[in-house]
């Protein structure tokens, strides 16, 4: 296992086009999350799934957001009629339960320049 | 959350130590002492946490002040791959509330000039 899998590396779409991301997490995790960051900015909180339950949704994430995690494995992440807001890094990243109290993994992320 | 206070940027010669600051006045009892480094173009890379007592690994040591209210990351010889934004962050480990949540400030840009 390779770490945590984001694709595509790069995305440029036009605004009020819908685009996808995928995340591979490491298999043996069962928790996964969603991160934006802006430029000069730390991630940000976007969602988090344990298992194939999304848990909890961030006020960052609009209507226009959604995210899924079909049985419990690869999670997506779609951006409806894309703004140029919408421009940024995403990054994914997964743990295990049972490590609350150690690392997360990172993907390299997602990023995304809307025009 | 908890918020942690960090200089926007240092600077450090290679094959130097590093000390990276970090006040977090406001910790409670349960909050662990999470630092992650972001290397350009990547995603964040967990380096160490803590809670009470000074932690080492492979990566990098963590001074814990007494009272808790400071930390310390320290590089023992930076090298020119160590040039990267840290971040320190307090993860909540109490039962309930959002413990699975990292929440990022703007972190410490390092510079390691050679």
């Known amino acids: 296992d390779t770490g945590v899998s984001q694709d595509p590396r790069h995305k440029i779409t036009k605004r009020g086009q819908n685009v996808t991301f995928r995340c591979d997490p490491i298999?043996?995790?069962?928790?996964l999350y969603w991160y934006r960051q802006t430029l000069g900015q730390g991630p940000e909180f976007l969602t988090y799934?344990?298992?194939?339950?999304?848990?909890?949704k961030s006020r960052l994430l609009s209507d226009r957001f959604s995210a899924e995690r079909p049985k419990g494995s690869f999670s997506t992440l779609e951006i409806q009629r894309t703004e140029q807001g919408d421009s940024a890094m995403y990054l994914c990243?997964?743990?295990?339960?049972?490590?609350?109290?150690?690392?997360?993994?990172f993907g390299s992320g997602t990023r995304l320049t809307v025009v | 959350d908890a918020k942690t206070t960090q200089p926007n940027s240092m600077e450090s010669n290679e094959e130097e130590p590093v000390h990276l600051p970090c006040n977090h006045s406001?910790?409670?009892?349960?909050?662990?002492i999470h630092w992650y480094r972001q290397l350009p173009s990547q995603g964040p890379e967990y380096v160490i946490h803590?809670?009470?007592s000074n932690v080492n690994n492979r990566m990098a040591s963590l001074a814990i002040a007494e009272d808790r209210k400071s930390s310390t990351l320290i590089l023992h010889r930076a090298t020119l791959r160590d040039a990267a934004v840290y971040y320190c962050?307090?993860?909540?480990?109490?039962?309930?509330?959002?413990?699975?949540?990292?929440?990022f400030g703007k972190g410490t840009l390092l510079t390691v000039n050679p």
């Open positions: 990243a997964s743990s295990l339960r049972s490590e609350l109290n150690y690392g997360y993994t």
């Open positions: 298999s043996e995790h069962n928790r």
């Open positions: 962050i307090l993860r909540p480990t109490g039962s309930g509330g959002s413990n699975y949540k990292l929440t």
């Open positions: 803590g809670l009470t």
């Open positions: 406001t910790i409670s009892g349960t909050d662990y």
């Open positions: 799934f344990q298992n194939e339950a999304q848990l909890e």
